[in-house]
């Protein structure tokens, strides 16, 4: 029952995260060349292990700007207030239900600048981080009752995108420009793309 729990888990979450990056690089062009020229640089072997993905901060900067806009969570997992308590004002009773709208707070102007775009730098030179002490910013959640699967998680997205990047060039069928890319969300527990992402992928050798 543990191993099914986890394998549920872990599965949907790590597969979005991929895509949406994935979206988000064929969308954003300059992003990807910077990523693809980090990647060069710092690995030289065909076959990416996941010992070589730890040092790549402009990959890492993108995995986290995937998961500011795109959170697999998007209203964590519904939690149980255990007490009554004040928060801003507001009485949250004994027993209420919560649910934790990160995908908002992650689009929130007063919280990041351009909230909207694809944009990796903010990241950078940044100690803001998905470990659960950032409340602006908390994709795996936070407290007791966060992801247990954070490490795994991460380490599987960078190892799968730092592959894919390495090895293929990505392109999108039938010519379409990377532009007008359909970048719909699909709410329910887990925040799918809409339009499932289609990609050709041409050997880089
Ligand atoms: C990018 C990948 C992942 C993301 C973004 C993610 C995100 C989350 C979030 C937001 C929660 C709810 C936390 C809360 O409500 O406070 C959660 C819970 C959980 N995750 Fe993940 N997760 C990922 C990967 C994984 C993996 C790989 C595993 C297992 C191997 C896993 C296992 C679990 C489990 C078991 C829970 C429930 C924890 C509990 O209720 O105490 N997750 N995850």
Not at 110 to 139: A, M, V
Not at 165 to 178: A, K, M, S, V
Request: glycine share 6%; hydrophobic share 40%; charged share 25%.
């Amino acid at each position: 029952m543990l191993g099914l729990e986890l394998f549920t888990a872990g599965t949907d979450t790590t597969t979005s995260t991929v895509e949406w990056a994935m979206a988000e690089l064929v969308k954003n062009k300059k992003v990807m060349f910077k990523v693809r020229e980090e990647l060069k640089n710092e690995i030289k072997t065909r076959t990416v292990v996941e010992s070589e993905v730890s040092n790549l901060p402009y990959l890492n900067a993108c995995i986290k700007e995937t998961l500011r806009l795109h959170p697999p969570a998007p209203f964590l997992l519904p939690h149980r207030a255990v007490q009554t308590c004040e928060v801003m004002g507001y009485t949250v009773p004994r027993g209420a239900q919560i649910l934790v709208n990160i995908w908002a707070i992650g689009r929130d102007p007063k919280l990041w600048e351009d909230p909207l775009l694809f944009k990796p730098e903010r990241f950078l030179g940044s100690n803001l981080d998905f470990g659960g002490q950032d409340f602006e910013f908390i994709p795996f959640g936070a407290g007791r009752r966060m992801c247990p699967g954070l490490h795994s998680g991460v380490k599987s997205v960078q190892t799968i995108l730092a592959s894919l990047i390495l090895r293929f060039d990505w392109l999108l069928p039938n010519d379409e420009d990377p532009v007008n890319l359909d970048m719909n969300e699909k709410f329910g527990v887990f925040l799918q793309k809409k339009k499932p992402l289609q990609l050709i992928f041409k050997d880089l050798k």
